[in-house]
């Protein structure tokens, strides 16, 4: 790397940190120092939680109410949700009863005490807490001293739900092959306890049943803390099965279950898809595309309000619009767990009602991989330890190395070439060997629709940290992709990373080749930049002064969906989380002579006639 790009890279990772800082929150369960806590039962106060028992008739989540009484009560008192419900120094990685601390684990969860009215006068309160079936019992404490200075005074009853290891939380994923399927799910069933497989099929014909491979990890698997000490949670078993020789665009119904060794069966919920269609068929066809959504909470629990503030809003939004969409690309920055282990389990839990029922694609973003020294490459903590194992381990994509998270996927008139923007990417290295015979092997004739995808903006974005250095992307990127976009016709390029909406002209060298801005038709001379990073963390700012090559952006939350009717039309809507409508839209209408048409930088040799 010269001086110079080596001086840019450097200033826009100092930019970016220093945009994170102002305000825009950071992960909650971070701001507990656990490690300081203190243990100070008080015989005058108490905590109880009930029912007992959840999940009594399957459920995979449940209401819990916990009451609690704390006899000198303040503004920083709060309750942590602990699972397991056994916490104490003997947990802690290398105890032997020596000095050290006495808690080495973060609650899952937790609530401020004064959230409970009149809790600040009588030292009584009642709180209501959603819990999701994550493999272990769970019991509630009370501590004093605010978050920073933690001193627990009670620990609650235990409770668990009525079978801890039952399948939950199925993800759909499509896999190497057009006409395959993956099923990825989590049990605490290890494969010597119980065998898992999907049982699927077509209605009103006999069901087959499909073996599933097992994985796990430990914390010698992953790189750092806070993954591997206070944010480190047992994650079970993670369970995929390959359900092949699909029939284009039929409905299959599937359920995922576990065979235990006297011959019963534990089962998952039953649900259904629709199989992909032919590379090349001619249907309608639905794509949603977002990046940065993390997770939230439903339970009344205000901890993420900065933090993932609309990613409940987009969760739901797509959920009511689901006989809809075909196939959704969530292009990194996934639950902002950051080291967080339970978080994963939570944030499965909050989109099932998508994964269980659509290919649920992702891509690589700096809070899954980065991390120092660990062959990322940027050389920051963004992932709290976790240097990609989480992402790699509980969704599947069809990479041919899970480490190297770049792949490729055809949907009908669709191809995607999906980029991990956390390894290097620069001409001459794998990666870029990748994207381009991603791009060159498409049949244009019959997969019109080229789509480049990356986590980082590679291509254009006017967010403050980007455009404060007057780069308006990653240092280099464009230099090193922007022949190939040009070269091999790329329609839409779509980013995340930075948390806002915005769509380019049509653009090639930083200029506009057209400057039509909702109805693009004949030759298009440059691709469509998009930054989709307003899946639901907090916003992010824009330049003051609008460059010229962008067309529409705005600080709220969304996604793009894009739907292709044929070979020459496509339409694309930007929507807004909060309700569903279209706030940005264009359509693209061409005929193939109009990709083999010479513009600049991309036009086939030819000889002069006879």
Same mark, same amino acid.
């Given at each position: 790397?010269?001086?110079g790009?080596?001086?840019?890279?450097a200033c826009?990772?100092l930019l970016?940190l220093v945009?994170?800082g102002?305000g825009h929150?950071v992960q909650?369960?971070?701001r507990? #120092?656990i490690h300081?806590a &203190?243990? /100070?039962?008080?015989?005058?106060?108490?905590?109880?939680?009930s029912?007992?028992l959840? =999940?009594?008739?399957?459920?995979d989540?449940?209401w819990v109410t916990?009451n609690?009484v704390?006899?000198?009560p303040?503004?920083?008192?709060?309750i942590?949700?602990f699972s397991p419900?056994?916490f104490n120094?003997?947990?802690c990685?290398g105890?032997?009863?020596?000095?050290?601390p006495?808690?080495?684990?973060?609650?899952?969860?937790?609530?401020f005490?004064n959230?409970?009215?009149?809790y600040g006068k009588s030292?009584k309160g009642?709180?209501?807490?959603?819990?999701?079936?994550?493999?272990q019992d769970f019991?509630?404490?009370v501590f004093?001293?605010?978050?920073?200075?933690p001193?627990?005074?009670?620990v609650s009853n235990k409770?668990a739900?009525?079978?801890?290891? #039952?399948?939950?939380?199925? &993800?759909? /994923?499509?896999?190497?092959?057009w006409n395959e399927?993956t099923v990825t799910w989590?049990? =605490?069933y290890?494969?010597?306890e119980?065998?898992?497989?999907?049982?699927?099929?077509?209605k009103?014909n006999?069901a087959v049943?499909?073996a599933?491979?097992?994985?796990?990890f430990?914390?010698?698997s992953i790189?750092g803390d806070?993954a591997?000490?206070?944010g480190w949670?047992?994650?079970?078993f993670?369970?995929t099965?390959?359900?092949?020789?699909l029939w284009?665009n039929?409905?299959y119904?599937y359920k995922?279950g576990?065979?235990m060794?006297d011959?019963?069966?534990v089962?998952?919920?039953?649900n259904?898809?629709?199989a992909?269609?032919y590379?090349?068929?001619?249907s309608l066809?639905r794509?949603?595309?977002?990046?940065?959504?993390?997770?939230?909470?439903?339970?009344?629990?205000n901890e993420y309000s900065?933090?993932?503030p609309g990613?409940?809003?987009t969760?739901d939004?797509?959920?009511?619009?689901l006989d809809?969409?075909?196939?959704?690309?969530h292009?990194?920055d996934?639950t902002?767990a950051?080291?967080?282990?339970?978080q994963?389990d939570?944030?499965?839990?909050?989109?099932?009602?998508?994964t269980s029922r659509v290919?649920y694609?992702?891509?690589?973003?700096?809070?899954?991989?980065?991390?120092?020294?660990?062959?990322?490459?940027?050389?920051v903590?963004d992932s709290?330890g976790?240097?990609?194992?989480?992402?790699?381990?509980?969704?599947y994509?069809?990479t041919?190395n899970r480490?190297n998270?770049?792949?490729?996927t055809?949907?009908?008139m669709?191809?995607?070439?999906?980029?991990?923007?956390?390894?290097d990417?620069r001409?001459g290295t794998?990666?870029?060997?990748?994207?381009e015979?991603?791009?060159a092997?498409v049949?244009?004739?019959k997969?019109?629709?080229l789509?480049?995808?990356?986590h980082?903006?590679l291509g254009?974005s006017?967010?403050?940290f980007?455009?404060?250095?007057?780069?308006?992307?990653?240092?280099m990127?464009?230099e090193?992709?922007?022949?190939l976009?040009q070269?091999?016709?790329?329609?839409?390029?779509f980013?995340?990373?930075v948390?806002?909406y915005?769509?380019?002209c049509p653009v090639?060298?930083?200029?506009c080749?057209?400057s039509?801005?909702?109805h693009?038709?004949g030759t298009?001379n440059?691709?469509?930049?998009?930054?989709?990073?307003?899946?639901?963390?907090?916003?992010?700012?824009f330049?003051v002064?609008?460059?010229?090559?962008?067309v529409?952006?705005?600080m709220e939350?969304g996604f793009?969906k894009?739907?292709?009717?044929?070979?020459s039309?496509?339409?694309y809507?930007?929507?807004r989380?909060?309700?569903?409508?279209?706030?940005d839209?264009f359509?693209l209408?061409?005929e193939?002579r109009d990709?083999l048409?010479?513009?600049?930088?991309?036009c086939p040799p030819?000889i002069?006639?006879?």
């Open positions: 790397m010269r001086g790009a080596a001086a840019r890279l826009c990772l970016q945009a994170a102002e929150g909650p369960l971070s507990i #120092a300081r &203190r243990v /100070a039962l008080d015989a005058s106060a108490a905590v109880r939680a029912p007992p959840l =999940g009594s008739q399957g459920e989540t449940a916990v609690f704390v006899p000198h303040s503004d920083g008192d709060w942590g949700v419900s056994y120094a003997s947990t990685p105890s032997h009863g020596g000095p050290g006495v808690i080495c684990s973060a609650p899952i969860k937790y609530q005490a959230y409970s009215s009149d030292g009642t709180l209501k807490f959603l819990l999701i079936n994550q493999r019991s509630f404490a004093t001293g605010g978050l920073s200075n001193k627990l005074i009670a409770i739900f009525a079978n801890p290891k #039952a399948p939950v939380y199925p &993800r759909l /994923a499509q896999g190497k092959a399927m989590t049990s =605490g290890d494969i010597n119980a065998y898992p497989f999907v049982e699927w099929g077509i009103w006999p049943r499909t599933a491979g097992t994985v796990t430990d914390r010698e790189c806070p591997r000490s206070v949670r047992d994650p079970g993670i369970h099965a390959f359900l092949t020789d284009p039929k409905e119904y995922i576990h065979m060794p011959g019963n069966v089962w998952g919920k039953l259904s898809f629709k992909p269609p590379p090349g068929q001619k066809q794509v949603v595309i977002f990046g940065d959504m993390g997770k939230a909470e439903r339970d009344g629990s900065n933090y993932q990613s409940l809003n969760t939004t797509l959920v009511k619009d809809n969409i075909d196939i959704v690309f292009i990194g996934i902002y950051n080291g967080y282990i339970s994963w939570q944030f499965t839990q909050q989109v099932e009602a998508i290919p694609m992702i891509a690589s973003g700096n809070h899954e991989r980065d991390w120092p020294n660990s062959g990322s490459f940027y050389n903590s709290g976790e240097c990609g194992v989480l992402a790699e381990t509980m969704y994509t069809p041919e480490a998270y770049w792949y490729s055809d949907y009908g669709f191809r995607f070439c999906v980029a991990d923007s956390e390894h990417w001409e794998e990666q870029y060997k990748f994207i015979n991603c791009l092997t049949d244009r004739k997969q019109p629709w789509i480049f995808i990356a980082r903006v254009y006017s967010g403050f980007y455009g404060r250095d007057g780069s308006f992307a990653e240092p990127s464009r090193s992709l922007q022949k976009w070269k091999y016709r790329v329609d839409i390029a980013y995340g990373h948390h806002n915005e769509r380019t090639y060298e930083k200029q080749v057209s039509e801005k909702s693009y038709t298009m440059g691709t469509i930049h998009v930054v989709v990073g307003g899946g639901g963390s907090h916003l992010s700012n330049t002064d609008v460059p010229a090559w962008s529409y952006r705005e939350y793009v894009l739907t292709a009717f044929n070979y039309s496509l339409l809507e930007y929507k989380s909060s309700d569903g409508e279209v706030y839209s359509t209408h061409r193939y990709l048409a010479c513009v600049k930088d991309s030819t002069p006639p006879a």
